[in-house]
């Protein structure tokens, strides 16, 4: 009898629980880019009244007798189906139709988000800031991949570093990356000295810096315009040299946040993220591309508060990848609303109330044959 009391009492805690997610469910029905959750129980562990016994010659087998002692929370899921599409007209309305996630981040190191604050988000409402950065309502810039202007040369060797060297609103900037992955940027890297090599090459020597070490990368332009990089030797071995590979405006291995001038006419957001913005003279510019966060397992998230997600050890995720080619398409003037069924939530509110209720009859019922017991002397 004590039994179906203490596990009366854990059917009713976990309903709770249940009924505190569907709550939550409800109030989130009209938030852009809202996940549902879900709640799973397990049962308890059983305490066993008798073992299995396996058959002789002469008998069969028994099975255990086992009397379970109630249940427990099993688990609480993140569901990442689709929402609905809800059409704005609003160019900085963004919706995601597809897998994948919005970046946004602050306290911004150049060209990387390794050691910036980076969360995630499928809701799409941003706007601009006053220095015409694309933002969201918490300010957070929304990260893309960076366009490259003037000259620049992205490099990569043999056994997997590379180098990207270009101009990224108006400031040049390194990106050296080892083949560990580990990679070292500079956002105000000094002009190179330029020096002419025996045989009439340009020879440019940039430096750069992560605070404790200084590292130089060497370019050489020969008569022909043939270009080679030389990476420092910490990052590809003694003299180590990399082919240069064509570098196009938009640099896949430098991120920052998107931004429109303020003399700009016009933008438009295309579905593979491209943001082109109509400049003072009439021309159309590529302001930047906004970058895709996918994650193998997006339940394994977790929520932060104001529509954000953060990135944990089991989300699995796998790097920032171009809109459309390989990760959602952006759909712009729209935003993605919630997940969240109303019927399928009621219909869950009215299981979970039914079910805490026939808990509480259990412990009532074990409460009415206790007091028979103490009735038993009078």
Same mark, same amino acid.
């Given at each position: ?163 990207? !060297? ?17 990679? !070292? ?136 990848? !171009? ?38 009859? !259990? ?16």
């Amino acid at each position: 009898m004590l039994r179906s009391m203490y596990a009366g009492i854990s059917g009713m805690k976990n309903f709770q629980t249940k009924l505190d997610v569907i709550g939550n469910n409800i109030a989130n029905v009209n938030t852009s880019g809202f996940k549902k959750g879900r709640v799973t129980f397990q049962d308890m562990m059983s305490q066993m009244t008798s073992g299995a016994q396996g058959p002789t010659a002469t008998r069969g087998g028994v099975n255990p007798a086992q009397v379970g002692l109630g249940s427990q929370l099993g688990s609480i899921d993140n569901i990442h189906t689709q929402g609905f599409r809800q059409t704005t007209n609003n160019p900085l309305d963004f919706a995601l139709e597809g897998d994948g996630m919005f970046v946004v981040a602050s306290d911004l190191v150049p060209g990387s988000l390794e050691n910036s604050n980076v969360s995630y988000t499928r809701s799409g409402n941003f706007y601009l800031d006053e220095q015409g950065n694309i933002v969201n309502p918490q300010g957070l810039y929304l990260m893309g991949f960076a366009k490259v202007e003037g000259t620049g040369i992205l490099a990569e060797d043999s056994t997997g570093n590379y180098v990207t !060297i270009g101009t990224v609103n108006g400031v040049t900037s390194i990106n050296l990356v080892n083949s560990n992955g580990q990679g !070292i940027s500079d956002e105000n890297v000094a002009a190179p000295t330029v020096e002419t090599g025996p045989n009439g090459e340009r020879i440019e020597r940039y430096s750069m810096t992560n605070g404790y070490e200084t590292y130089e990368v060497v370019v050489t332009t020969d008569v022909n315009d043939n270009v080679s990089v030389q990476l420092p030797t910490e990052f590809g071995g003694e003299n180590a040299t990399a082919e240069p590979i064509e570098i196009s405006d938009i640099n896949y291995n430098l991120t920052s946040p998107i931004n429109i001038p303020a003399n700009a006419q016009s933008f438009s957001v295309q579905t593979n993220g491209i943001v082109n913005y109509v400049d003072e003279n009439g021309n159309t510019q590529i302001a930047g591309q906004i970058a895709i966060a996918n994650f193998s397992n997006p339940a394994g998230l977790q929520k932060s508060g104001s529509n954000l997600f953060l990135n944990s050890t089991n989300a699995g995720y796998t790097g920032l990848v !171009i809109p459309e080619s390989e990760g959602a398409s952006i759909v712009s003037g729209a935003l993605e609303m919630s997940n969240v069924d109303l019927a399928e939530e009621f219909t869950e509110m009215i299981t979970a109330q039914r079910g805490f209720q026939a808990n509480t009859r !259990i412990i009532t019922t074990s409460d009415e044959i206790l007091q028979e017991l103490v009735n038993l002397k009078r």
